[in-house]
């Protein structure tokens, strides 16, 4: 059974920088995909930025394109997302998802497997 564990996330001031990392346990697959997704209150889950198995590949949603960066350490088997600049409509629950596959896309429906969710809150 995946099992995925978040660390990081919390309250900053509009412009500062976090970083969330998420650890993955139990896969059987030697390769897979794996993503970051985010929900503000009250909206569905959107997509911010995907990774495929051997880093080679990045996406990103169009509202974090050039402030944020994923990144991955296969020898630990985790996965980040560095996140500078940060603004007020960043704020939401951000969660890491992994795909058995080399690259899992943009859509939720391509991540079987979550993590537990981490709270983003940037405000003055």
């Known amino acids: 059974q995946v099992h995925l564990v978040q660390s990081g996330g919390g309250s900053v001031q509009p412009g500062e920088s976090l970083k969330l990392s998420c650890a993955a346990s139990g896969s059987t697959s030697s390769a897979y995909g794996m993503a970051w997704f985010r929900q503000a209150t009250a909206k569905e889950r959107e997509f911010v930025a995907a990774i495929n198995w051997n880093g080679g590949l990045t996406s990103f949603g169009d509202s974090v394109k050039g402030r944020f960066t994923i990144s991955r350490e296969d020898g630990k088997n985790t996965m980040y997302l560095q996140m500078n600049n940060l603004k007020a409509e960043d704020t939401g629950v951000y969660y890491c998802?992994?795909?058995?596959?080399?690259?899992?896309?943009?859509?939720?429906?391509?991540?079987?497997?979550w993590g537990q969710g981490t709270q983003v809150t940037v405000s003055s």
């Open positions: 998802a992994l795909d058995e596959s080399y690259y899992g896309g943009r859509s939720v429906d391509g991540y079987p497997y």
